[in-house]
């Protein structure tokens, strides 16, 4: 269990959650703002459209903020759609708009729409002029958004700033929620630990004595039967230290106590010795064993612990395996890595277990794995192993048939 990369996932979850809400409520206050300065907007334009209006139709001249402003800019409209008035800055503004027109004619009240202009866009309001209660003509009055939309990018610049702020305190938050969160399942491990490795070590002691007493036994025994029975028991209490041995070196991986060599060495010796190791329990059980791999390949990394992963691939691999199968060790160098392949032609691994089958005490085939005594962590510690040398495991089901796993080991050059 790797409580570092829990504590990161934790950390990034908070920190991605309060992103959300930030830009969730950054993008909330760029609207709102960006609506309010609309809203005034139109009121504003409302104001000099009927000032404008009030001009024309001869009531006065009332100074309006298109004169001498090229931000600003209007046009009139006779009922028929003819313009009879407008001036220098209209066109640039995108005056007329006539469909903006047609609508305030028809709905008989103050329009107002954003439009494409020349100039860029522009903000319209089209407001009915009335003589003697009766509609003569439409005043449109727009103004360039040039302003509004430098106002807005000014406030995103403003928030930019404020939210990666904010981004950088929930991270320091979120670790620190994130370590408190942590901290009781650290301690429970520990404890988890600490007691796995001891009543190993306690186990290891009456289980050596349990074998000394049963071979003096079995060599003083003469009824075959009798023989028989202490030889299942030497056989189990060699499957029991396997276990022990295996829990230890658990133990020693999670506390970071395992010694891993980082050096460079030859891999075609290492994958031969693995390979003979079990040469006499494939023949035995009908199942062939075949290497091809280069001689010439140097890996980085401990070759101790290299062999113990392949003998653990090749022990998963014999135990699924049939008579008359064949169990294939291959490699090569991809890139900054060597790549060491065990490939098997029994029934493969189902899609529903491949995420899992590294997980500790986890088996693909329960019934079968009991048979055999394996405890399910063969595959854990030699994914554990490979990742200790700077490499990783991976399984996979062959394109033809059969479990593919794959481990990869940083590549040395030849000194």
Excluded: C
């Excluded at 990034?12 to 809203?39: D, W």
């Amino acid at each position: 269990m790797n409580l570092n990369r829990i504590k990161l996932r934790l950390t990034l979850g908070y920190v991605a959650v309060f992103a959300l809400i930030v830009f969730f409520l950054m993008a909330i206050a760029v609207v709102g703002f960006s609506r309010e300065l609309v809203i005034q907007q139109d009121a504003l334009l409302t104001q000099e459209a009927r000032h404008q209006a009030a001009n024309l139709l001869g009531r006065g001249h009332r100074k309006t903020l298109a004169e001498g402003s090229d931000q600003y800019g209007w046009a009139a409209l006779r009922t028929g759609g003819r313009v009879f008035a407008r001036d220098r800055s209209a066109a640039g503004l995108g005056l007329p708009a006539r469909p903006l027109a047609e609508k305030t004619l028809e709905n008989g009240r103050v329009v107002s729409a954003t439009v494409d202009a020349p100039r860029g866009q522009a903000r319209v309001v089209s407001l009915p002029m009335r003589s003697s209660g009766r509609i003569v003509g439409v005043v449109q009055y727009a103004r360039s958004l040039d302003e509004m939309h430098r106002t807005v990018r000014e406030l995103v610049l403003v928030l930019l700033p404020l939210g990666i702020g904010a981004l950088g305190l929930a991270a320091l938050g979120g670790t620190y929620m994130a370590g408190r969160a942590v901290r009781p399942v650290r301690e429970a491990f520990e404890r988890q630990r600490t007691f796995i490795a001891d009543a190993s070590h306690e186990l290891r002691t009456p289980l050596t004595l349990i074998r000394a007493d049963t071979e003096v036994l079995y060599r003083g025994l003469e009824d075959s039967g009798d023989r028989e029975l202490a030889a299942d028991v030497l056989a189990e209490t060699d499957r029991m230290d396997e276990m022990i041995s295996d829990l230890l070196l658990v133990a020693r991986l999670d506390a970071g106590k395992l010694p891993v060599e980082r050096g460079s060495f030859e891999l075609a010796p290492v994958i031969r010795d693995a390979v003979e190791r079990f040469d006499r329990r494939a023949g035995s059980g009908g199942v062939r064993l075949e290497v091809d791999a280069p001689e010439d390949l140097v890996a980085g990394g401990d070759p101790t612990r290299t062999g113990q992963i392949l003998a653990a691939l090749l022990d998963n691999a014999l135990v699924y395996t049939p008579r008359g199968g064949t169990v294939t060790v291959g490699a090569r160098r991809r890139g900054g890595f060597v790549e060491i392949t065990v490939r098997d032609t029994g029934p493969g691994i189902p899609n529903e277990h491949l995420p899992h089958v590294f997980d500790r005490f986890y088996r693909v085939d329960k019934a079968r794995s009991r048979a055999r005594g394996g405890a399910g962590l063969g595959l854990s510690i030699a994914r554990d192993l490979a990742r200790a040398q700077g490499g990783d495991l991976e399984a996979t089901n062959a394109p033809e048939g059969g479990a593919l796993l794959r481990l990869t080991l940083p590549a040395a050059d030849v000194s």
